[in-house]
């Protein structure tokens, strides 16, 4: 990705810098920002509405719903064949009393896919990327989300109402009898297009439309030292086969055996041996560098950029804006990892393939010569057929 990946992130949150976000608001605090800012206004198009419309074969038959006081059953989310037939039933959803949640919409434009492989890129977690559109007067429920919210608000007003209390951080799930939060103490917030709020996962909040509203929730949770524990046993767990075999005497005995001594003796047993490798830094870099490699191998793979141009020593190619990577050095081969792609490259490429990820913008030639020219160009040919690089077309 582009080396300015902090400053897309920038403008999105200004007039707050990067590095205020991320030092004294994440996870801490709610943030409302509500000055101009041509860049939040126009992060999902020019006309979010009418791209939405557009993409009633992709979204009619994955729609959601919420509703406070609905009228009845929420209609069923199914196929439409038009963009006018796509808005007929969302209003049938807004006639049951209910919002109409939108999934998946993070290729809605390229600025909103931008912002949102910049975010992934910088916490090493994958971003989930969701539309609500309301009609005027629609409530949503007192909840708090499992997942920190950037909300940006796309058309019409909304007012929303946010616990002043300190947020609760869950895990990802459910905790066993757990009840909806309330608000005893709230501020309130309205808001207008282009203007973003943040809410750290765990904040207790609603909202209420004063229009009909389209707001875009970018949902999201950094790296917990619960993920980086875990990171450290899969990679223990990689090498060591013991780990991978079935807990106990056997199969069912959890459910046959459930109080055989053998099973806590087996866990404390591993996780001293997992705290005793966990002394090496270097284990701990290795079990993060894994859990990246899987993160970036799990994000949507790069659109192909091979053309009928041929790729020659002269070519000047450069990284596709989406582009991300991990490589993985082994005994027998380097592991290279893109979205949604794994590639196997022999170990003498090892510097040039170094080259190839440090360097935003080359001419085949600058590759260094651990390689021959043929090589160098097929390295090359075999990146851009991947999407991972594009021919600077501009430069040639």
Partial sequence: MHANVNDIIESVLSPFSYEQFFDNILGQ?????????NQRESLAGQNPRQQLLKGFAQYAPNLTSHSYAPKGPAPKARAVQSPDAFRELIQEYFDAGYTVRIPDVTDLSDSLTLFTRALERQIQSAVNVVIFWSEQGGNAPIHHDEVDLIVIQLEGTKRWFISEEPPVLPNKWKSAGE?????NNYHTVDVKPGDLIYLPRGTAHTVQSTSESIHVAIGFVPVTIRDAINAALDHYSELHKPLRMGLGPRGDCLTE???????????????????????DDAFIERALSRRKTRMIRELPKLPNSKSDQSITLTTQVKHHPLAMSELTVTEDILDFCQPGEQIFIHLGAQKCIEFIIKTPCFYVSDIPDQINDDVKVALVDRLVTSGFLVVDTKKQ
């Fill in 29 to 37: 605090k709610p943030l409302v920002l509500t000055e101009d800012n």
């Fill in 257 to 279: 055996q459930p109080n055989n001594p053998q099973i806590p003796e087996q866990i404390r047993h591993y996780l001293k041996r997992l705290s005793e490798a966990c002394q």
């Fill in 179 to 183: 009840k909806p939060p309330v608000m």
